[in-house]
């Protein structure tokens, strides 16, 4: 009953906006990924089909009111699970209640399966008034100024290998921020637990202000029980930009535990980019994970950490890299490259991708997913990359 309410709910009201004379704006995206992931060892070839059509809405209730909404509704073949994420699924425990994700699913045959998939992913009224501003509903939140590993970003995390990283998941939230005044800000917020569930809940305050000409962060989190400390600066040197950002987590510190995978962990990444022309754009990171080993046999003893169960966590190793570029070949082809590199075991993830726009808002892409590495033997895990499959993929991307 609840997830037909909330269907009818929202579109009733996408209705009653289209038929509003103004203050209203619709927009949104057509998307289709088709991919070919090989396995290790493996000679056949794992295909995926994904169609997503993703329509928002935003109504200017008043001066002081909006109010904002995106339903995704997804059309899925796959065979066997795919090792690339298309998008990001919603984490059950960041929403009180939610649509039954899955609105149909064929009888699986063969490994094969088709199914049809729906994301009430928007749905919160925004109050401003003056410095005050206020959230209250299914909102994105994300913190971090990294651009490929975000150590204080635990409740929406995106991983390496997701493919559409340009809408972050919502969550049902109350979130508020006030202006302190030119460059600083105070920024407090509610994320509620499955069913209204404490412990499945996300609290947090963060104060950003600038120093120095630098822009910087605090923030005290408690998720799941979890405490997270983290801190977060950004600044330009000469013609680049720089970022630090860092978290520090004590598992279970407001609630007891007797589980043997409670140690504290810091994570942290350093950054910086750099136009080196004018079709030419570069970046750097270096990310430390001290939830990780050092040792890849020991990387599977990880994965019962909180780090990688609640913190977002889902890198192996210890010490990595990863730099990126992108060449604006012409206006309408662009060229992209990244690398993650496991320094402690010499394996290392790199996309390549190009970028054609075909017409106005309409786009085409070509890239693959490539690691390189030890392959894992007689189920012994000798490198983090070397145990990922090799992926190639096309895209088709619309906006309206």
Excluded: C
């Excluded at 302190?180 to 637990?193: A, K």
């Excluded at 350093?270 to 570069?282: A, Q």
């Amino acid at each position: 009953m609840i997830t037909r309410f909330s269907t009818y709910t929202f579109f009733v009201l996408v209705s009653f906006l289209a038929l509003s004379e103004n203050s209203y704006a619709i927009s949104g995206s057509f998307k289709t990924y088709f991919s070919e992931t090989k396995n290790p060892n493996e000679s056949s070839y794992d295909s995926t089909l994904s169609s997503i059509f993703r329509p928002k809405v935003t109504y200017v209730a008043s001066e002081h009111y909006t109010f904002y909404g995106a339903y995704a509704l997804s059309l899925d073949w796959e065979k066997n699970t795919p090792f690339l994420t298309t998008q990001q699924t919603p984490k059950k425990n960041y929403r009180v209640l939610d649509l039954d994700r899955e609105i149909t699913n064929s009888d699986k045959t063969k490994s094969r399966s088709l199914s049809v998939n729906q994301n009430l992913d928007r749905f919160y009224v925004n109050y401003s008034q003056g410095a005050f501003n206020l959230n209250v509903g299914r909102a994105p939140i994300a913190f971090g100024s990294s651009k490929i590993i975000n150590p204080t970003d635990v409740l929406t995390p995106i991983t390496y290998a997701t493919l559409d990283k340009e809408e972050r998941v919502g969550v049902d939230t109350v979130r508020m921020n006030y202006s302190l005044g030119t460059l600083s800000l105070l920024d407090v917020g509610y994320v509620f637990g499955h069913k209204l569930d404490f412990s499945e809940s996300a609290v947090f305050a963060r104060l950003k202000t600038n120093v120095f000409a630098t822009d910087t962060s605090i923030m005290a989190m408690d998720f799941q029980n979890n405490l997270m400390f983290g801190l977060d600066f950004a600044r330009s040197i000469g013609k680049a930009s720089a970022w630090f950002e860092s978290a520090y987590v004590i598992p279970k510190y407001f609630k007891k535990s007797e589980s043997n995978n409670l140690d504290n962990y810091y994570r942290a990444t350093i950054g910086l980019d750099y136009k080196l022309t004018e079709s030419i754009y570069s970046y750097i990171e270096y990310h430390y994970n001290g939830a990780g080993n050092t040792d890849p046999n020991k990387y599977i003893f990880s994965q019962n950490k909180t780090a990688y169960t609640e913190g977002g966590t889902y890198l192996y190793g210890v010490h990595y890299i990863a730099p990126g570029l992108t060449y604006e070949i012409s206006s309408l082809w662009k060229l992209t490259g990244q690398f993650l590199f496991n320094f402690n075991d010499d394996s290392f993830f790199n996309n390549l991708s190009v970028e054609y726009n075909v017409a106005q808002d309409m786009f085409i892409d070509l890239a693959g997913y490539i690691p390189f590495g030890k392959e894992t033997k007689t189920f012994q895990q000798r490198s983090e990359f070397g145990s990922y499959p090799k992926t190639v993929y096309t895209a088709f991307r619309m906006y309206f």
